[in-house]
């Protein structure tokens, strides 16, 4: 487990920083990904961190936790600005949605229509995933938590990730190009098309040799 600064209490399940708790294992929580218990590491050479009471091969790292607590975050927030397009009330809200074969980080319904949330710690959004977005008319944004400070608390992310909107980016939105469905062709023609083309260069040598026979 790499350094990581947010643990969840055991109590009451809200997300605490490394600043909030006591050191040791009296601070009471567990981890966020795996859920197993953590001490508080608050010596006086090392930054500050959890990790885990028992050794474990759980793989949370600064990154993974940061993202897990920011669709936390969403889940229990009723108010989120979406940047450039204003500030949507939502009053529900489902983590890790599956849409034709990709996810999506949190999907909030508003009294309008949905809107899908990408959190970008790590890596971008695909240009497949994009493509899907706009090709199903979705309304998409994406918060930018890559310049994180390690040291951000939780009232700090909580305000990056519902209310600043410099960390937001539309993905589609209505006002954004919509991608056309290409036109599919069907199994038949692609299979019809490449028999006929195989044939041919078969048939090519044997044809000129005949044709070559011929004019003899």
Known sequence: MAEVTFGLDRNNKSIKHI???????????ICIQCGKELKAAKGDIQEHHFKHHEQSDCKASFESVLHLTAKNIIRKGNSFHTGEKGIFQYFSTELERVCGGYRYDAYISTSDKPIAI??????????????????????????????VDRNVNYEELERLVLVES?????????????????ISKTPIFNYSYY????LLLLLIKPVREFIFRLFK
């Not at 410099?166 to 290409?182: F, H, N």
């Not at 028999?195 to 195989?198: G, I, K, R, V």
């Open 195 to 198: 028999l006929c083309l195989t």
């Open 19 to 29: 600043s909030e708790v006591i050191r040791g294992l009296r601070c009471d929580c």
């Open 166 to 182: 410099s960390s937001k980016r539309t993905i589609w939105w209505e006002s954004e190009p919509q991608l056309e469905q290409p």
């Open 118 to 147: 990408e959190i970008i710690v790590t890596s971008h959004v695909s240009t497949l995933k994009r493509d899907y977005i706009r090709l199903t008319q979705q309304r998409a944004i994406q918060i930018n938590l890559q310049s």
